[in-house]
Structure formats: structure tokens, C-alpha cells
């Protein structure tokens, strides 16, 4: 199973206001029918971690810019570097159970039929 099929895409946005976010077979694409040069745009990926996803799963993601007119002079530094998560699928659940009474014979000898008896869960 692809790693991608345990998120469920939520949102994209960026931060220009110019640009149109889509989201096809686990591709995020930003498109700007113009950029300015030298205008950095923000964007941010919202995603949610499907239950059932595996414990210790790696999870990585990237990012590729291209222009198409003008062409870039630089394309070396147009992608860059993996970045990963790992899940943590744990419940770490503890509980604690006491029990407690207004019965005069409390704790000593018990309770009586028709005293009170307090059971909490912590």
C-alpha cells in the first residue's frame, strides 16, 4: 500500500493570493499565471494521518518549481531535499480506579445495603 493512501488531503494555500492549488493522484501543484522576479510565495499542506495508519511509517515529501517563460537561469536550485515524519501510532492510556464511601463502617468492615459507595475511573 502507498504511503500517501494513510493521508487524506484537506487544503492547500499560498501565500500571494495569485496562485490556483490542486490536488491530483497525491500531487500538490501551484500554478501563477505570473510571478514577479524575486517574489517568494508561502505554501502551505494540510493533510490528515488516516487512523489505522501502520506505527514507525516514514513519510516524506518534497518540492519542484519550473517556469515556463522566462526560463529560469538557475535550475539547480529548483527541487529540493526530502524532509520525513514518522508516525507514532501509540496510545499510551493508563487508568486508575478508586473506590471510596460515606458509610461510618468505611473501610473498616466494608459498607452495608443501602450505603453509598463512590467508584471513580482516573
Not at 89 to 117: I, M
Request: glycine share 6%; with cysteine.
Amino acid at each position: 500500500m502507498s504511503k500517501f493512501s494513510y493521508l487524506t488531503f484537506v487544503s492547500c494555500s499560498e501565500s500571494t493570493g495569485t496562485g490556483i492549488c490542486t490536488y491530483t493522484g497525491g500531487v500538490v501543484t501551484v500554478a501563477y499565471s505570473s510571478l514577479a522576479a524575486n517574489v517568494s510565495s508561502n505554501v502551505t499542506i494540510s493533510v490528515t494521518l488516516n487512523s489505522g495508519t501502520p506505527d514507525s511509517l516514514q513519510v516524506d515529501n518534497n518540492a519542484s518549481v519550473s517556469a515556463s517563460d522566462p526560463t529560469d537561469p538557475n535550475t539547480g536550485n529548483n527541487t529540493s531535499a526530502n524532509v520525513y515524519f514518522t508516525v507514532h501510532n501509540k496510545a499510551d492510556l493508563a487508568v486508575t480506579k478508586t473506590v471510596s464511601s460515606t458509610s461510618s463502617y468505611w473501610p473498616a468492615t466494608g459498607v452495608e445495603v443501602g450505603d453509598s459507595l463512590i467508584t471513580r475511573l482516573l
